[in-house]
């Protein structure tokens, strides 16, 4: 099968043999030369590090992010695909949001380092913040909690993952990818028949109980197919934290916290089995949706 | 699904609403002003936000273009309204002293053959998953796309064990780096392909696999061999799903900073991503560095982005299942 064999042969090099050879390895102890059970997984769930290597932070703000950014970006995204259905440069309106999605997360991260600098004279976020009249704030920094946005007052450090800099990074997420969920929700809503809506008009309805009673029903399972893979986007999310904060700052997430066990601390058990977490969340949401494609190829 | 939209089809419905709506409440001009009201705040809103999601990128794109006094002295905005003083200085640093122009190459140098060769394979495989009958293609074709599950993180430490065995340390003409292993181009090439593989294979072949089986059929019966039907036949017909692939697997290739970070140590031979990634951790406030340096490696897919929009939107749209 010489079609198949280049194809085949990097596969199994590349991503079989490492994935058996991870979940090996977060077996073993830290330079893999021998095996200590559960212990890795124990080490994960008990946090006994959490200053160097702290476990739950890092799953909480995972699923912070899960939830807030997926959340958020679909929220987003469909208003403004309403919206923008309404207007004449609607073409205007959807590539200036879709541009983000072209650049790298470094650069992304570049950008919004400048945006939350916490000098008012450079910094673009700050300098609005000081103009309405609250103070400058760190905002890839500062663990307060979100009280503090409003009035800068309040417990230094707040309880895990409700944190300021959290927030900020999120935040710097959903800029990259609303554009994404905005093209396809939009691309769902043309496929809404104007007969339905007109028919809705005629017995009376509003703009809003269209909206909610006849729009929001038959787009769902477009925003299903958009949380899927910005849920996946949350897990599996590396770059954007690596840059901005590097995990310090209590904004480590699984991500992050595997690189610094791995190539930082040298500590493999402990990092594959962070991967391993890490597969066991993504496998069951991308098979999911892996089944939804292969169903939507053959209807077509 | 693309971004050009179907303008006509909102506005036509407008008027028959605004008609209906003032026959039934009898309002004529109050309810045309609440009309008005609405449609003024859509725009609103709207415009709002797409300044909102402009201005970061302006922000970065003006700094770029001010001196350095300026940029630490005051906000970018003051460039706008005070005395024009824009300057080149910042690219030319970067460019030169900072090594951003090597990094530029390193990127395409990374970029381009990983993407070509990624597809080529890619195409190889859906081929033959699509249109050739062999024992367990189904659960070969499943083991392979049950592979995107895999986030890359955890391949890191095996293949770069194998990596490290394998290296060749002989250095590359021209291009510079080692042969194969660590540090070298081709190692990148062989790694970023088989990362691809999975979702390039998943995608082609759900493609080739609609192509009308006729044009096969009459092809063999014409006595034309396999590589023939390949190269005549199924790849001129595939060439906007192969367009969108190479855009999106380019992208991502181009704008990958993990791989590089891992199998790309030596700074002479570090990607864009890597090289500003470096800065950032060297020059944290510099922002005349930081802002020029990430606008060069924006520049490139910003050009693909104008350029070639909708093969650009439904490659990145085709490309999400891949996360």
Do not use: C
């Not at chain 1, 085949?8 to 090099?13: F, G, I, K, P, Y």
């Not at chain 1, 919206?83 to 309106?93: D, M």
């Amino acid at each position: 099968m010489l079609w198949l064999l280049p194809a085949l042969s990097l596969v199994a090099v590349f991503l079989v043999w490492p994935v058996i050879d991870t979940v090996r390895r977060s077996f073993m102890n830290s330079d893999s030369t021998k095996y200590v059970g559960f212990d890795n997984y124990r080490f994960i769930i008990d946090n006994p590090q959490p200053i160097s290597a702290d476990t739950h932070a890092a799953l909480l703000n995972n699923l912070l992010w899960l939830v807030v950014f997926t959340g958020v970006t679909v929220a987003l995204g469909l208003t403004i695909a309403v919206l923008a259905g309404r207007v004449r440069y609607e073409a205007f309106a959807k590539s200036a949001i879709f541009i983000p999605m072209a650049i790298s997360f470094v650069a992304a991260a570049v950008i919004w380092r400048f945006m939350f600098e916490l000098n008012p004279d450079q910094g673009t976020i700050n300098a609005v913040v000081t103009k309405l009249g609250a103070e400058a704030t760190p905002w890839l920094q500062d663990q307060g909690g979100p009280q503090t946005w409003f009035t800068n007052q309040g417990p230094q450090d707040w309880p895990q993952p409700f944190q300021i800099n959290n927030f900020a990074l999120i935040s710097v997420g959903i800029w990259m990818w609303t554009g994404f969920a905005v093209v396809i929700l939009s691309a769902g809503l043309k496929g809404i028949s104007t007969e339905v809506l007109e028919a809705a008009r005629v017995d009376g309805a509003n703009e809003w109980q269209i909206f909610w009673r006849v729009i929001f029903p038959q787009i769902i399972p477009t925003m299903v197919v958009i949380s899927t893979t910005l849920v996946i986007q949350a897990l599996k999310n590396f770059d954007l934290v690596f840059v901005l904060t590097g995990g310090r700052y209590g904004t480590d997430i699984v991500a992050t916290l595997f690189y610094k066990q791995s190539f930082v601390d040298r500590n493999f058990g402990v990092g594959a089995a962070l991967a391993v977490v890490l597969l066991a969340f993504v496998v069951p949401i991308m098979l999911v949706s892996i089944r939804r494609f292969q169903a939507q190829e053959e209807a077509r | 699904m693309t971004i050009r939209a179907k303008v006509a089809a909102t506005p036509a419905t407008q008027p028959t609403t605004l008609k209906r709506e003032e026959e039934r409440s009898g309002a004529g001009p109050l309810s045309l002003f609440g009309k008005f009201l609405s449609k003024f705040s859509v725009h609103v809103i709207l415009i709002l936000i797409i300044v909102a999601w402009s201005v970061p990128t302006f922000a970065l794109l003006v700094s770029s273009f001010r001196e350095p006094a300026d940029i630490a002295r005051s906000g970018w905005w003051n460039a706008l309204t005070g005395s024009w003083s824009f300057t080149l200085d910042n690219y030319d640093q970067v460019l030169s002293q900072r090594n951003m122009g090597r990094a530029f190459m390193n990127s395409l140098i990374i970029s381009v053959p990983s993407t070509i060769l990624s597809i080529l394979v890619a195409a190889m495989a859906a081929y033959a998953f699509a249109w050739m009958r062999f024992p367990g293609r189904n659960m070969l074709f499943l083991l392979v796309v049950g592979m995107l599950v895999v986030p890359v993180q955890m391949t890191l430490i095996p293949v770069l064990r194998i990596y490290g065995d394998v290296t060749v340390d002989t250095q590359v003409p021209i291009i510079g780096g080692n042969l194969f292993g660590i540090n070298s181009f081709p190692g990148m090439w062989v790694a970023h392909t088989a990362y691809g593989l999975p979702f390039a294979i998943f995608l082609l072949r759900n493609f080739f696999a609609a192509l009308p089986r006729d044009l096969f059929e009459s092809a063999y019966l014409d006595g034309a061999s396999e590589v023939q039907v390949f190269f005549k036949i199924v790849l001129p017909l595939s060439g906007p799903a192969l367009a969108a692939l190479g855009i999106f697997q380019f992208l991502w290739i181009w704008n990958d900073l993990l791989i590089a970070l891992i199998y790309m140590g030596d700074p002479e031979l570090a990607p864009m991503t890597l090289a500003i990634r470096n800065l950032v951790s060297s020059f944290g406030t510099q922002y005349q560095f930081l802002t020029a340096a990430a606008f060069i490696s924006m520049a490139l897919p910003l050009l693909i982005f104008f350029a070639l929009q909708r093969y650009f939107v439904q490659g990145v749209l085709a490309g999400s299942v891949k996360g």
